[in-house]
Antibody, heavy 121, light 107 residues
Framework: EVQLVESGGGLVQPGGSLRLSCAAS????????MSWVRQAPGKGLEWVSV???????YYADSVKGRFTISRDNSKNTLYLQMNSLRAEDTAVYYC???????????????WGQGTLVTVSS | DIQMTQSPSSLSASVGDRVTITCQAS??????LNWYQQKPGKAPKLLIY???NLETGVPSRFSGSGSGTDFTFTISSLQPEDIATYYC?????????FGQGTKVEIK
């Protein structure tokens, strides 16, 4: 069974850093397309970043240069390193992966429960 | 970036009603369009992929259609458990972008 469990969220001051983790089970992170999607309080969904199975990474313009997506194959875990955090980064952050059997990296069939990041002084 | 415009932003319907949500892309996205359901406090759930394909395990009262720039999502007979916010999402171009959501309530 595919499972994704995020952790690492919390309260951080503007300009600070935080690293989110997404522990995966039931599949191999390095063999799939893994995304981070966020949702500000009361707002809609915003795609943040993806890491392809081959290792290529892409970012939304709103986080480019500040966030870094990575994975640890030995721990089967996805990460999102967030630096220079701003108030507008406050959101629930979800990790997600593509649907099994569909070769579409952004058809997100599996999601974690989300972890809340609050950027405030 | 491709802009996705959903309408309406919210609707209220009775149990058993047919509910229709539209999604318009700012440019041609072929059929690279997904629909998600999100209940309060929960992660989104994939319902429809490639505009019209029902994800495994999703009830057949949900359906999608369209191609190019105009898409439609339909609940053929609204059930109490369908109360949620629904999002369309394009993945023709990076970055993948979502519509602003449609909140569905029971009248």
């Amino acid at each position: 069974e595919v499972q994704l469990v995020e952790s690492g969220g919390g309260l951080v001051q503007p300009g600070g850093s935080l690293r989110l983790s997404c522990a995966a089970s039931g599949f191999t992170v390095s063999s799939n397309y893994m995304s981070w999607v966020r949702q500000a309080p009361g707002k809609g969904l915003e795609w943040v970043s993806v890491i392809y199975s081959g290792g290529s990474t892409y970012y939304a313009d709103s986080v480019k240069g500040r966030f870094t997506i990575s994975r640890d194959n030995s721990k089967n875990t996805l990460y999102l390193q967030m630096n220079s955090l701003r108030a507008e980064d406050t959101a629930v952050y979800y990790c997600a992966r593509e649907s099994i059997g569909i070769a579409a990296p952004f058809t997100l069939a599996y999601w974690g429960q989300g972890t809340l990041v609050t950027v405030s002084s | 970036d491709i802009q996705m415009t959903q309408s309406p932003s919210s609707l209220s319907a009775s149990v058993g009603d047919r509910v229709t949500i539209t999604c318009q892309a700012s440019q041609d996205i072929s059929n690279y369009l997904n629909w998600y359901q999100q209940k309060p406090g929960k992660a989104p759930k994939l319902l429809i992929y490639d505009a019209s394909n029902l994800e495994t395990g999703v009830p057949s009262r949900f359906s999608g259609s369209g191609s190019g720039t105009d898409f439609t999502f339909t609940i053929s007979s609204l059930q109490p458990e369908d109360i949620a916010t629904y999002y369309c999402q394009q993945y023709d171009n990076l970055p993948p972008t979502f519509g602003q959501g449609t909140k569905v309530e029971i009248k």
